[in-house]
Every structure is written in C-alpha cells, then in structure tokens.
C-alpha cells in the first residue's frame, strides 16, 4: 500500500491519508504542491471541505523565514494557543504558520489564485532546500488564503500529525517536500468524515487509501538503513 501511495503522490494523483485512530481520526485529501491545479482546489473544497493548507518541511520553513503562528501570537497578543490546549494532541501545538497569497494573485480565494500560491510555495521550498536564490516576501504577502504549516524538526519522532506524515511521505517518494492537504468533512453529522466513509471514496475514484501506521512503519524501516 505504501509503494501505490508514493507512486501516487510522484505522479501528483491525489491520495487519501488517515492519521490515527487515537489521534485526530481524520482522513486528508494530500497532493504534492508544485503539481497542483486548479480543478484540485475546486475538488478538495468540494468533496473534502475542511481547510486547503500546505505542508513543507521544517528545514524549508526556518530558511524561508516562516514561523510557527503560535510563537507569533504569544508575543503579540498572548492569546495564541499553548502546548496542551490541542485535545488530540497534548504534547505539542499546532503546525500552522502564516497565511499568505502570492502577490500575482487578486483576491487570492479562487482556484486559480490557490493554485497558483500553493505551486508558487513549493518552488521556494525548493529552492531554500537545493541552496538557491528565494525570496518569500517579495513573492507573498500576508494575510493570505492559503495556510502554511510548518511540520515538526524531527518529523514524525516529534509529532505525528498529518503535516508530519505528509512530508514523510514525500521525502520517501523523492519529490519536493511540500504537500497540500484538506480534512473531508461529513455533510450529514457536522463532523469529520468517517474511516470507513473515507476508504468507500477512496474504492469508487480509484484513489489509494493510506494509514498514519502504514507511513509510521516505512519511515521506520527508512530510518534503520
């Protein structure tokens, strides 16, 4: 199943990740950033319905200047959350970072202005990787549409949320490590779409179905190499 997923992600198919059964029990529609299109957002707002965030790896961010939305708003208006305020995950804080729009973009909500923000992040998440020229506040500004997260140093022996799985996934598939990713929602109960919901999608658009567990154990037998 895990050679299906990173298959997918390499060839920019979307994927459905499932983080944990004891952690937030949510299923993300995940794709990786510099292939995005515009029919994406429309189906990740469509049929996922939770927020449309972009996950880059912990290296990129700190090059790029991004920093964790928390660590912001604590100095500023000390109303930002604390490490166990999350009630799926007491140890940690959020992932979020800044929210930004690319400056090429008007409003900065639609599927092309999206897009077109999102392909714009991951060319500098790869230029800060591979020691090229980037600039992020020439090409952003923020307040934005698109929510950066920033995954955690050390990945997932540090935290292992979706933003943390996702970039995972794309170091092991070899791509630039930065994914988009939206929760799906369920219409009916006003709550998360369910696993088994989730895994039924997955069988009737031929969309690879994955587990945090599954990524959990690849890492891990990357990791002892």
Not at 113 to 135: E, F, H, M, P, Y
Not at 195 to 223: M, P, T
Request: proline share 3%; net charge negative.
């Amino acid at each position: 199943m895990i050679d299906d997923a990173l298959k997918a992600l390499r060839e920019g198919k979307f994927i459905l990740l499932y983080d944990f059964d004891d952690r937030e029990c949510e299923t993300d529609f995940a794709i990786r950033s510099d292939m995005v299109r515009p029919a994406d957002i429309a189906l990740m707002r469509k049929d996922g319905g939770g927020l449309i965030c972009t996950a880059i790896h912990p290296d990129a961010a700190e090059h790029l200047g991004l920093p964790f939305a928390s660590e912001v708003l604590r100095t500023r208006t000390g109303i930002a959350e604390t490490v166990g305020d999350i009630p799926y995950d007491r140890k940690n804080h959020s992932s979020f970072s800044l929210w930004v729009n690319h400056r090429d973009t008007f409003t900065g909500i639609t599927d092309n202005d999206r897009a077109l923000t999102i392909t714009a992040i991951a060319d500098q998440v790869k230029r800060s990787l591979n020691g090229g020229g980037c600039d992020f506040r020439s090409r952003f500004r923020s307040p934005g549409h698109v929510a950066i997260l920033r995954a955690a140093e050390g990945l997932l022996s540090r935290r292992r949320g979706q933003t943390e799985l996702s970039i995972a996934m794309a170091i092991m598939a070899g791509i630039t490590p930065a994914v988009t990713v939206c929760e799906m929602l369920d219409d009916r109960s006003g709550l998360a779409l369910s696993k088994k919901d989730a895994q039924d999608y997955a069988r009737n658009h031929k969309l690879v179905f994955i587990e945090g567990d599954d990524v959990l154990e690849a890492w891990d037998r990357r990791s002892s190499l």
